[in-house]
């Protein structure tokens, strides 16, 4: 309004913005020092069509850290790993409750304890102004945002298993270590070939199309040794080329494969499985669907329809599922006649009692209609896990 009034040759903007700044440092709603403060606000309504927050926190995107975690720093670790624990059913008055209930009483405890924190230390009076009036709904609700959390709409979304992350990369490369020369030379993945069968080899790699490339990476990779009859031989990994695995399938029958030389004499033989789990269901949603020249489409079912779990372990040894005879079957249930499962409460949890029950089939793949029979769990896998091994003995 003083603008307005007296905006005009003589009186220039910032005589206008001077005497505002007055008016509002006497009316003390505002500290506008000087009229070039006002001036940048000017500036800044022009660009943004709006006025700085007068909170500084705010207005420079700065989040002004809660008293808690400036007076304890792993409070704020604390309490992420608290939401972190319980982020499916969340809720910040939980967090309230687990604070008045569990983490004063640490804090308490801790204050006592450490000769550093007197009466008068800034710890000792936060811990008892919380003790005697503890913070509000809202106080919490700002600690949750501070930390980085925020409500949104429920959303579809995919879990991430991180397999980029530093931890996973290094577990990796141990278990690879382990693997390849630990794990491997106990089992039936190689083949011993002698000196005439390995020749034989080359003559018939010649006809192949990279006979020779073969050749020569054969010549690096054999293992070269004296069997107990004095003679030389030559010891491959069956993976190395596609006639090695068929010379074994002849040589070695049902493994395809015998175990290194190269394995401890103490070590045992292993069998590798590998074991995971599958979801089908009768509408599976598709990301695409027909539709007619008139824009008329099929209507979607509203759910993903009835669903099967199937659970399955195979090994390179024993195949797809582990398959068994009825006669080996018949055998397995006689072995596992009242005998208890090693994992008690899983079976418990499972079947309500610990008892093994005769399979009828083999336990190498199940399939389990999830929702009709409540939903697969842990304690599934460990019992079908039990009752695979019973299997292999």
């Known amino acids: 309004s003083i603008a307005l009034a007296e905006y005009r040759v003589g009186f220039p903007f910032q005589a206008c913005c001077d005497k505002a700044a007055r008016l509002l440092n006497d009316l003390t709603l505002f500290n506008a020092a000087t009229g070039r403060t006002i001036m940048n606000w000017n500036r800044i309504f022009r660009v943004n069509h709006q006025f700085p927050n007068p909170n500084p926190y705010v207005a420079n ?76 709904y809202s106080t919490v609700g700002r600690w949750v945002g501070y930390l980085g959390f925020k409500r949104e709409v429920s959303k579809k979304c995919y879990y991430v298993d991180g397999h980029e992350y530093a931890e996973q990369i290094e577990h990796r490369s141990r278990l690879t270590d382990e693997y390849l020369s630990v794990l491997e030379p106990r089992s039936h993945r190689w083949v011993h070939l002698s000196q005439t069968e390995f020749d034989d080899l080359k003559i018939a790699l010649e006809d192949d199309k990279d006979g020779e490339k073969a050749k020569d990476m054969l010549d690096k990779v054999a293992y070269k040794f004296k069997g107990d009859d004095e003679k030389v031989y ?123 029950q005769p399979l009828e089939s083999s336990p190498g793949i199940l399939k389990f209609a999830y929702g009709k029979n409540g939903y697969w769990t842990g304690n ?14």
């Not at 090695?244 to 033989?269: H, T």
């Open 61 to 136: 995107g700065i989040k002004r850290k809660p008293t808690l975690f400036e007076v304890f720093p792993t409070a704020a670790v604390d309490v992420s790993n608290f939401i972190l624990d319980h982020l499916e059913h969340f809720s910040v008055e939980l967090l309230r409750e687990h604070f008045n209930t569990t983490m004063i009483k640490q804090l308490n405890e801790e204050v006592k304890t450490n000769i550093n924190f007197t009466e008068d230390s800034e710890e000792f009076q936060l811990v008892d102004r919380y003790l005697k009036n503890p913070p509000s």
């Open 234 to 356: 030559f010891e491959f990994h069956v993976d190395k080329h596609v006639r090695l695995q068929k010379i074994a399938n002849d040589k070695y029958g049902a493994f395809g494969g015998r175990v290194s030389i190269r394995k401890k004499a103490e070590d045992k033989p292993v069998i590798i499985f590998g074991q995971d789990e599958a979801i089908f269901n009768a509408f599976l949603s598709r990301t695409h669907q027909w539709v007619d020249p008139n824009g008329r489409r099929a209507i979607m079912p509203k759910t993903v329809g009835a669903g099967i779990m199937i659970s399955a372990f195979q090994s390179r040894e024993l195949g797809w599922g582990i398959p068994i005879t009825e006669d080996q079957l018949k055998e397995i249930n006689a072995a596992r006649a009242n005998q208890e499962y090693f994992d008690k409460a899983a079976a418990i949890a499972v079947n309500g009692n610990t008892k093994k």
């Open 380 to 393: 599934h896998t460990i019992l079908q896990t039990e009752d695979v091994i019973d299997c292999v003995k």
